[in-house]
Each structure stands twice: as C-alpha cells, then as structure tokens.
C-alpha cells in the first residue's frame, strides 16, 4: 500500500532526508517553471520513496502519478531530467478547461554522500 501525504515544503526535504538516512532510494521533483494557469508554485516539492510512497506536491494531482512513475526510472537510473507538462490554451477550451498552463519539474534522483 502506498502512502500519500501532504506536506510543507520544509517537511517534504525533512522525509526525503530522513527516507535516505534510512537506507531508501529517494528523488525529488521540483517545479522549476511555471507558464499560465499552474497549481503549485516554482519551488514547491515531491520526495518519491523507491517504493512509490510519496510526500509534497508538484501539480495539485493531475500530473503527479507520472511524476512518480518517471522518479521510480530515475532512482534506477540515477539519471535526473526535465519533465515538462501543459495544456495549450486552444485545447484546454476544446476539453472544457477555462485555461491551459505549463510546468517544468526538475526530478532528481538523491544521493547520500
């Protein structure tokens, strides 16, 4: 069973921390731009467990099942990437959206050192 949380940013690099203190495979995906209608902020966080157990917000929900499915191919990878995710506006208003919007997620595989 997956754990799903909500947590502050603060508290999101507190359980990465702690999860890679324990022995866990961890990444961490930051939003790094925003363009348009977004619902997380440049700077807010997702920690993603090996196990897919996740804590934090990048997209308030709508993205954030690949976001975790991509963090699972990073920590086997150790390989970081851009992820880039949007909804122009012409096709937002085709599907009844009232805006489209864009993100870029930097996701980042930890390393303890």
């Not at 897919?52 to 997209?59: I, K, M, P, R, Y």
């Not at 499915?69 to 009232?98: C, F, H, K, N």
Request: glycine share 10%.
């Amino acid at each position: 069973m997956t754990e799903t949380e909500t947590h502050s940013d603060d508290n999101v690099l507190a359980q990465a921390s702690a999860w890679a203190d324990a022995g866990h495979k961890v990444a961490l995906a930051t939003v790094i731009e925003t363009w348009g209608s977004a619902p997380r902020p440049v700077g807010s966080q997702l920690a993603i467990r090996e196990d897919a157990t996740f804590v934090g917000s990048v997209s308030g929900g709508c993205i954030e099942g690949d976001v975790v499915t991509r963090a699972l191919d990073a920590i086997q990878s150790e390989t970081p990437e851009v992820l880039e995710y949007g909804v122009a506006d012409a096709m937002a208003w085709e599907v009844g959206l009232a805006c489209g919007g864009k993100i870029r997620i930097y996701l980042e595989p930890l390393t303890v050192a």
